[in-house]
């Protein structure tokens, strides 16, 4: 005979009865066979099952959801649909949730606080995963090899050492890489050379729209003209500063 029933609300359209002999302690008991990420119930690794199927599937971009209700959340992306505005900033959201945990930005709330240090954070997420800080939890494990990761996307970013992606590419060499900080750091190289050299003098520079800049201060091109008083420019931050005289405004020096 069952103790007890309780009710899991899942969303505003969807609940789930989910019957259990002893109340929930919040231990995460319950994994998914398929994805290995745990659950406090067996009910939400029901319903978190359906991510692998395609019960609750996007028509638009296919990915899989676990209910009804977030499936129809999910196609306000799509949509650009953002029913919910702040009335501090006027900034939209897509859920109710997402304009509760924005507005703790506005009024400094921080209702989830670490027992084990002096962190508090906007969102229980955020805490669940900054205690794994402490508990040294890494849930998110590699299907191909051992490894484990506290962080899905360090999961995601280790993924591509098994597939060889490589998203991030450079628009100046083509060069790809695996992280966009190593993307950062190669680009710095190419800001350090100096490729386009002037053919009047011998200055060079990194991107050709300040050689061409510069060209102009040979040929005396000045093709941003003031509409004011007729005054022509080389660069159009010149001709802005200049504006600035006409408003009344100290140019910025």
């Known amino acids: ?57 996007c028509t638009e971009c296919g ?9 129809a959340v999910h196609m ?11 009335t501090v900033c006027k900034r939209r959201c897509t859920t109710s949730s997402d304009l509760v945990k924005h507005v703790r930005i506005h009024n400094g709330d921080r209702p989830y606080p ?24 890494k849930p998110y494990k590699c299907r191909i090899c051992d490894k484990a990761f506290s962080m899905s996307h360090h999961l995601n970013r280790h993924m ?25 750091r190669h680009v710095q190289v190419h800001a350090r050379e100096k490729p386009y050299k002037c053919h009047m003098c011998d200055k060079a520079f990194s991107q050709p729209e300040n050689l061409h800049s510069h060209i102009r201060l040979h040929v005396l091109d000045k093709p941003y003209q003031c509409y004011i008083c007729d005054k022509t420019f080389h660069r159009p931050v010149y001709l802005n500063s200049h504006l600035r005289i006409h408003m009344g405004d100290k140019p910025q020096m």
Do not use: W
């Open 1 to 57: 005979m069952l103790d007890r029933h309780y009710l899991i609300v899942i969303s505003t359209t969807i609940c789930v009865f989910a019957c259990t002999g002893t109340k929930n302690t919040g231990e995460k008991l319950y994994s998914c066979d398929q994805c290995g990420k745990c659950f406090s119930s067996r009910t939400t690794l029901y319903v978190h099952k359906n991510v692998h199927t395609s019960k609750y599937m």
């Open 63 to 71: 990915k899989c959801l676990s209910h009804k209700g977030a499936l």
């Open 76 to 86: 306000r992306i799509h949509s650009g649909q953002k029913p919910f505005e702040c």
């Open 114 to 137: 670490c027992t084990l240090c002096d962190k508090a954070f906007t969102e229980s997420g955020l805490l669940s995963r900054h205690m794994r800080v402490h508990t040294g939890d």
């Open 160 to 184: 591509q050492v098994h597939t060889g992606d490589k998203p991030y590419k450079c628009f100046m060499c083509d060069k790809v890489f695996t992280r966009s900080e190593h993307l950062n």
